[in-house]
């Protein structure tokens, strides 16, 4: 097992690497499947979690980013990224798999706390290999393959992560209520399992030499104000701090709302989340090829309205009380919301990936992450402290209708409890396409061209899906039509 750099990495090498990124990233978010997200939720729930503390566990794992800083010291002293990189995760991974002994303590004050101490060990371990992971991988992934790499990754990640949830979340719902925290033991032990498989293929992927040093390590504030003095750069960490702040105010507590006040059960939320991540898979592919055919930042502009368009539509979901069309409209919810969270984490990958000096990666790297990271665990943190506060409070707008004999009202608006928390999100992603608007990534893209590119990507995708040459142009003879007048010059008056 070879843990130091490479002497030489050749083509051969790379490809094989990339391979084992795309098998690594596969087992490790199933693993992040069937420990974290709404199983980890649903978890804390059944030990009697708080809204607080749910927006505890949702921003530790963003604030333990903190820990970067002294990574980025590690990484620049040892240089031994895929070393640094295998013994964080292995360890996080440890600690994850000692979460199915939780259940078996006596005690719920206890297990909520023996939950939250391990949760901030994971992070804190897993921060610090990501650190290293980000650095390790701008070394060896060339920048004109970023968009297809990360694309193919996201996918099986999605394939596997799907089918991880819903097996944790239907196991979970299928047994007896009163011993489902054995179920969730299971479903952390399958995590831990999954993890090292991870870590094997991790070993797989080649890591350059890093630059050499003229001089002695730079001091930590040296290394991060690089980054900083640089001013397109500068706009990146803006952007990702208030795309974290604005998105994990909401987003942590979206399970929560689908369990307890829309009333699904575990097994049916995992698969309405797993319909999203099906959405997601099939339009990485699209998300892609946009990336590397146009910009990073022209698919944000297309896919942040989207995300933050479905947020707030999801306060309305069960308007005014969840009736025949909730399930339906939480299934479209996850739909759209997947196809959106899709282009937006492969572009924002991207964007600090692309513009980042070659060979400067681990400090720019670490700055952006840890921006984004300390406003997303901030966020969290407001999210439920404000979740507690509009707890007992209702905003409503009804209209009144009063005649000789009758008075009628109709409830046009209604927010309640974590609904607040969809509405404020929405408001401030204004801000944060604002951010993104100040980003230099080199030729501009309009939103009409990035719809356009994704309308004819759609329609490839179809042609080469569907083997019914009538249904084909049955389904996209009115679009077609529509194309073809884009695509084709207008006349002369």
């Known amino acids: 097992m070879r843990l130091r750099p490479d002497e030489i990495v050749t083509p051969e090498d790379l490809a094989r690497g990339e391979r084992a990124l795309v098998k690594d990233a596969a087992w490790a978010t199933t693993a992040g499947a069937l420990y974290g997200g709404v199983i980890l939720v649903g978890f804390a729930l059944e030990l009697g979690a708080t809204p607080m503390l749910i927006g505890l566990l949702a921003a530790i794992p963003f604030l333990a980013q903190v820990s970067q800083l002294a990574a980025i010291t590690l990484i620049e002293r040892v240089r031994q990224r895929r070393k640094i990189t295998l013994l964080a995760v292995t360890v996080a991974r440890t600690l994850i798999l000692s979460l199915a002994l939780i259940p078996f303590v006596e005690g719920q004050p206890l297990q909520l706390s023996l939950l939250v101490a391990a949760q901030a060990a994971i992070s804190l371990a897993g921060a610090v290999g990501g650190c290293a992971f980000n650095s390790w991988v701008h070394d060896v992934v060339p920048r004109e393959g970023l968009g297809?790499?990360?694309?193919?990754?996201?996918?099986?990640?999605?394939?596997l992560s799907s089918a991880g949830a819903l097996s944790a979340g239907f196991l979970v719902q299928a047994w007896p209520p009163d011993a489902k925290l054995q179920?969730?033991?299971?479903?952390?032990?399958a995590a831990g399992a999954a993890g090292f498989v991870s870590s094997h293929y991790l070993l797989a992927v080649p890591e350059p030499a890093m630059p050499s040093r003229s001089g002695p390590p730079l001091p930590l504030a040296e290394l991060l104000r690089v980054p900083l003095a640089d001013a397109n750069f500068r706009n990146v960490v803006a952007f990702m701090a208030a795309w974290n702040l604005a998105s994990n105010i909401a987003a942590p507590f979206i399970t929560v709302f689908l369990l307890r006040q829309i009333g699904l059960e575990l097994g049916t939320l995992?698969?309405?989340?797993?319909?999203?991540?099906?959405a997601t898979a099939l339009t990485m592919a699209w998300w892609g090829r946009l990336s590397d055919r146009l910009s990073n930042k022209a698919i944000l502009s297309v896919?942040?309205?989207?995300?933050?368009?479905?947020?707030a539509a999801l306060a309305f979901i069960a308007f005014p009380a969840p009736h025949a069309l909730t399930l339906a409209l939480v299934f479209?919810?996850?739909?759209?919301?997947?196809?959106a969270s899709g282009g937006i984490g492969l572009a924002t990958g991207n964007l600090g990936l692309k513009l980042a000096p070659q060979g400067q990666g681990t400090a720019y790297l670490g700055v952006v992450t840890l921006a984004g990271s300390l406003a997303a665990g901030l966020a969290a943190l407001a999210g439920g402290a404000l979740a507690d506060w509009f707890a007992a409070r209702e905003l409503a707008l009804t209209f009144q209708w009063t005649s000789p004999g009758e008075t009628r009202q109709v409830t046009l608006l209604q927010f309640r409890h974590w609904e607040f928390l969809f509405a404020i999100s929405?408001?401030?992603?204004?801000?944060v396409l604002h951010r993104l608007s100040r980003i230099r990534e080199g030729e501009e893209h309009s939103e009409r061209t990035v719809v356009q590119q994704l309308v004819i990507e759609a329609f490839r995708s179809i042609d080469q899906l569907s083997p019914v040459e009538g249904l084909r142009t049955v389904i996209l003879l009115p679009f077609g039509r529509i194309r073809d007048r884009r695509l084709r010059p207008r006349s002369a008056p």
């Open 148 to 159: 297809k790499l990360f694309s193919r990754r996201l996918f099986w990640s999605t394939v």
């Open 183 to 189: 179920a969730y033991a299971i479903a952390f032990a």
């Open 270 to 278: 995992t698969l309405t989340w797993a319909a999203g991540q099906v």
């Open 303 to 311: 896919a942040l309205p989207a995300y933050f368009a479905s947020l």
């Open 332 to 339: 479209v919810f996850q739909i759209v919301m997947g196809a």
């Open 426 to 431: 929405f408001a401030l992603g204004f801000y």
